[in-house]
């Protein structure tokens, strides 16, 4: 009779455990002062321009957070992912933007491998009771870039409703398939930076987790 309880409860709490992950996380707003993890790469490092031109230090004046530049130039998402948790423990993020991929688009490195690094990366980040927001990368395609027609990597749509996450779409590829807002073919210029940074502020207020300023 213990035994079969026992195996009840389990049996509850496993389901109670698979509706707790269909359900869409509740996003709480992120007061001025708090930190918040900008996790990615060249393109959060501010390459092409400088250190206050950066979209972290944009969106730190837009929202008055201490956001922290976690970008690592030539980073690709195993590379992000070994360096988070040290991240976690030293500033204790209450909210982490995941903007990384590109490295390993670029690469062709398989993405399988791609998608289960940023899966893991917004785990450990939620588990570590940050709020998470996933920003997609576009698709690697020079020609789309000459045409201005830079679309994301279907991998982060597909992240985001399968982990339940918000999502932040179109912010790089409207950036980046812009010559007048690149530095160069893959990273953007103070203007581009700039852009982003107020797209993504927009796209926080709407999700609550930022204030109208």
Not at 83 to 101: C, D, F, N, Y
Not at 122 to 139: N, S
């Amino acid at each position: 009779m213990l035994a079969s309880r026992r195996a009840l409860l389990v049996s509850f709490a496993s389901l109670a455990a698979l509706v707790a992950c269909g359900r869409k996380r509740k996003l709480s707003a992120v007061p001025a002062g708090a930190t918040v993890l900008a996790l990615g790469d060249s393109i959060t490092f501010g390459t092409g321009t400088t250190p206050e031109s950066s979209y972290p230090s944009v969106l730190a004046r837009l929202t008055g957070w201490n956001v922290v530049n976690a970008g690592v130039p030539g980073d690709t998402s195993a590379d992000a992912l070994a360096r988070l948790p040290g991240l976690l423990q030293e500033h204790s993020p209450q909210l982490v933007l995941v903007s990384i991929g590109g490295n390993d688009l670029l690469r062709r490195l398989p993405v399988a491998e791609t998608r289960a690094n940023i899966r893991a990366i917004c785990q450990q980040a939620a588990a570590a009771g940050a709020q998470v927001v996933l920003i997609a990368i576009p698709e690697a395609s020079a020609v789309a870039a000459a045409m201005r027609s830079l679309g994301d990597h279907a991998l982060y749509g597909e992240i985001a409703t399968e982990m339940k996450l918000p999502l932040h779409s179109s912010g790089w590829s409207r950036v980046l398939g812009d010559p007048a807002m690149r530095s160069d073919p893959i990273h953007a210029n103070a203007q581009g930076y700039e852009a982003f940074a107020r797209g993504l502020a927009e796209r926080l207020r709407e999700l609550g987790l930022a204030a109208a300023r």
